[in-house]
């Protein structure tokens, strides 16, 4: 064969066989009944690393608490979900009567235009549906284009309103324990400096072991000027991994506190 001489492949010698690849995971669609019987229909992403493709046992339970306590915690409220996989407190907080919520997590486009979808064909969110809206943010970062989404009281107050939210949710979110100062910052960067203003925090400790590691998340929440204080305590019927190891009443118990401003932290600001 002289060098001149073509060599037809057809094209396939580096063409990888059908199913070589694992399929792209789809999303599924999931419905959630709240207590007044209504139901929501939640998309959920695809599997995904950042673990948006799961309705965790917090934000579950944490929507519920919403539910029973709406009227002082969360009606004409502006709140802000943080970490917030499919949207789920975000949604009820909206739906029960809050005047602005903020929903939020790691600015994957997934992740937020899932969100987005979430928040567009909920059909019990009432109008305008403006009054929630979601953003991508990175926890312990600047907060100010999280902040820019309260409007201004009008007309404006004869004494200066402190600029945040009312209310935050966390749901699920301390397993990340490399990511504890990070929350705490964000925390204070963004939730209003006063008596009133309120952080909801609801986990799982899906890893019994790292129970202590979780819990780690309050000293910080204490140092950083919060008081802490245990408002829930859920056994539910089965765990949400059922091969994971370690103790099971554990791994199907949810636990929710509540964090406030200390006297002394308000005073000092």
Same mark, same amino acid.
Request: aromatic content about 12%.
């Given at each position: 064969m002289s060098s001149d001489d073509e060599i037809d492949l057809?094209?396939?010698?580096?063409?990888? &066989?059908?199913?070589?690849?694992? &399929?792209?995971?789809?999303?599924?669609?999931?419905e959630h009944t709240l207590l007044s019987g209504q139901t929501i229909e939640l998309r959920l992403v695809g599997h995904n690393p950042l673990w948006g493709h799961h309705?965790?046992?917090?934000?579950?339970?944490?929507?519920?608490?919403?539910q029973q306590?709406?009227?002082?915690? %969360?009606?004409?409220?502006?709140?802000?979900?943080?970490?917030?996989?499919?949207?789920?407190?975000?949604?009820?907080a909206a739906i029960i009567g809050a005047q602005k919520v903020v929903v939020t997590d790691y600015p994957d486009g997934d992740l937020i235009s899932n969100i987005e979808h979430n928040i567009a064909s909920c059909a019990l969110l009432p109008d305008p549906t403006s009054i929630i809206s979601a953003s991508g943010y990175l926890w312990g970062y600047p907060a100010d284009s999280?902040?820019?989404?309260?409007?201004?009281?009008? &007309?404006? &107050?004869d004494y200066e309103e402190p600029l945040?939210?009312? /209310?935050?949710? /966390?749901? !699920?979110?301390?397993?990340?324990?490399?990511?504890?100062?990070? /929350?705490?910052?964000?925390?204070?960067?963004t939730l209003k400096r006063t008596s009133k203003s309120k952080v909801?925090?609801?986990?799982t400790p899906y890893r019994p072991w790292l129970l202590e590691k979780d819990?780690?998340?309050?000293?910080?929440? %204490? !140092?950083?000027?919060?008081?802490?204080?245990?408002?829930?305590?859920?056994?539910? !019927?089965?765990?949400?991994f059922e091969n994971d190891p370690g103790d099971e009443l554990l791994r199907r118990t949810v636990f929710g506190y509540k964090l406030r401003w200390t006297e002394g932290s308000l005073q000092n600001q």
């Open positions: 057809g094209g396939t010698m580096f063409q990888e &066989p059908a199913g070589y690849f694992p &399929p792209e995971p789809v999303a599924k669609y999931i309705l965790w046992n917090g934000s579950q339970a944490v929507s519920k608490y919403l306590h709406g009227e002082s915690e %969360v009606r004409n409220k502006n709140v802000l979900e943080l970490g917030a996989g499919a949207g789920l407190p975000s949604l009820v999280l902040l820019s989404k309260l409007s201004p009281l009008s &007309p404006a &107050p945040g939210f009312d /209310l935050l949710i /966390l749901a !699920d979110l301390l397993f990340n324990h490399s990511e504890h100062a990070a /929350l705490v910052s964000t925390i204070r960067s909801l925090v609801f986990f819990m780690a998340f309050f000293k910080l929440a %204490v !140092d950083a000027g919060f008081e802490v204080e245990k408002i829930w305590e859920e056994v539910l !019927d089965t765990v949400m």
